[in-house]
């Protein structure tokens, strides 16, 4: 049974109008991440967070925002979608004080 | 500027060949983990190291920090490690924060 899930697995949107993406694990793992994966790029961390209630700014943070309300759940938050956030994005889980990430299996967003 | 450099950035292998892939990394780092991209999209975790090597099945992963390296060999390709790798690497005291290599492409091919 996946231990890292996101929703929605696609989702279209407008220009300027607010999108949510959530992520739920099952891993019990305090740290929690958000990644962006583009052509000809690898992944690079958006936002994280160490457990309930923290977020932290991770390598892009610009035009995202993160709310982490409990221990399972993580979201990201483009509160003003643009085109450049076109883009699959993945949620990940990991212990604190460890390495090894977990990964979900991502999000396709396309923005208009 | 870029921690972690992958090379090569694409492979073709025919069938039951092997070949290594390789990340080089311009600071000190405190481990290192693989992974496969399969064609769904989805991360495939292959291996963890902090030191030394790890072996399973055909692929087999070192992780020198000193000097600053790691490897993934592939040996006795099948189609279905077609896919793209990327390493990713935590700098040390870099608070469980990874840096993802570019990937390499790697074709399998009949």
């Known amino acids: 049974e996946a231990a890292v899930t996101q929703s929605p697995r696609n989702k279209v949107a407008v220009t300027g109008g607010k999108v949510t993406l959530s992520c739920n694990q099952t891993?019990?793992?305090?740290?929690m991440y958000w990644y962006r994966q583009d052509t000809g790029h690898g992944l690079r961390l958006i936002h994280y967070s160490y457990g309930a209630g923290s977020t932290e700014k991770g390598d892009i943070p610009d035009g995202y925002k993160a709310s982490r309300p409990s221990q399972e759940n993580f979201s990201l938050i483009l509160e003003l979608a643009t085109p450049s956030q076109t883009s699959v994005y993945f949620c990940?889980?990991?212990?604190?004080?460890?390495?090894?990430?977990?990964f979900g299996p991502g999000t396709r967003l396309t923005v208009l | 500027g870029d921690q972690v450099e992958q090379s090569p950035s694409a492979l073709s292998l025919h069938e039951g060949t092997g070949s290594a892939l390789r990340c080089n990394f311009t600071?000190?780092?405190?481990?290192v983990q693989w992974f496969q991209q399969n064609s769904r999209g989805s991360l495939i975790n292959l291996f963890y190291?902090?030191?030394g090597t790890k072996e399973n099945g055909r692929l087999k992963s070192t992780f020198n920090s000193k000097e600053s390296y790691s490897t993934l060999h592939i040996r006795d390709a099948q189609l279905e490690d077609s896919g793209t790798y990327f390493c990713a690497a935590e700098a040390t005291g870099g608070n469980n924060k990874l840096t993802f290599g570019q990937g390499t492409v790697l074709s399998v091919i009949p």
């Open positions: 190291l902090a030191s």
């Open positions: 990940a889980s990991g212990e604190v004080g460890g390495l090894e990430q977990y």
């Open positions: 891993n019990n793992h305090n740290n």
């Open positions: 600071t000190t780092m405190r481990a």
